[in-house]
């Protein structure tokens, strides 16, 4: 009987995992430009703001340089949300130098 209450503890904490939103990055892409990525798990309901999340991930990783977010490229996928094609949004930027520093 415990074999089969910890064989389900795993397989829900597995569950529960698989449904967690990730970010990946930021990543070097070049010089000054970084790739960052946010995924929405399992059972996405496709109304997650993914793209605002990630934007304000890069901008607090610019601005702990003292610098802010030049946006290069910008991608959403579109769907539809199965067989792990979860709502991702990806952003290709720079941290540059803020516009009123002269």
Same mark, same amino acid.
């Given at each position: 009987?415990?074999? !089969? &209450?910890?064989?389900?503890?795993?397989?829900? *904490?597995?569950?529960?995992?698989?449904? @967690? %939103?990730?970010?990946? =990055?930021?990543?070097?892409?070049? !010089?000054? %430009?970084?790739?960052?990525?946010?995924?929405? =798990?399992?059972?996405?309901?496709? $109304?997650?703001?993914?793209?605002?999340?990630?934007?304000?991930? @890069?901008?607090?990783?610019?601005?702990?340089?003292? !610098?802010?977010? !030049?946006? *290069? &490229?910008? $991608?959403?996928?579109?769907?539809?949300? *199965?067989? =792990? &094609?979860?709502?991702?949004?990806?952003? %290709?930027?720079?941290? *540059?130098?803020?516009?009123?520093? $002269?």
């Amino acid at each position: 009987m415990q074999f !089969k &209450n910890i064989t389900y503890a795993l397989a829900l *904490i597995s569950l529960l995992t698989g449904c @967690a %939103t990730t970010t990946t =990055g930021p990543m070097p892409a070049g !010089k000054n %430009t970084y790739v960052m990525s946010r995924q929405e =798990g399992a059972f996405p309901s496709g $109304n997650e703001p993914l793209m605002a999340e990630v934007l304000a991930e @890069a901008s607090v990783f610019c601005s702990n340089q003292d !610098k802010e977010v !030049k946006l *290069i &490229n910008s $991608n959403e996928n579109s769907g539809p949300y *199965i067989l =792990g &094609n979860y709502p991702k949004a990806t952003i %290709t930027f720079s941290c *540059i130098e803020p516009s009123g520093s $002269n």
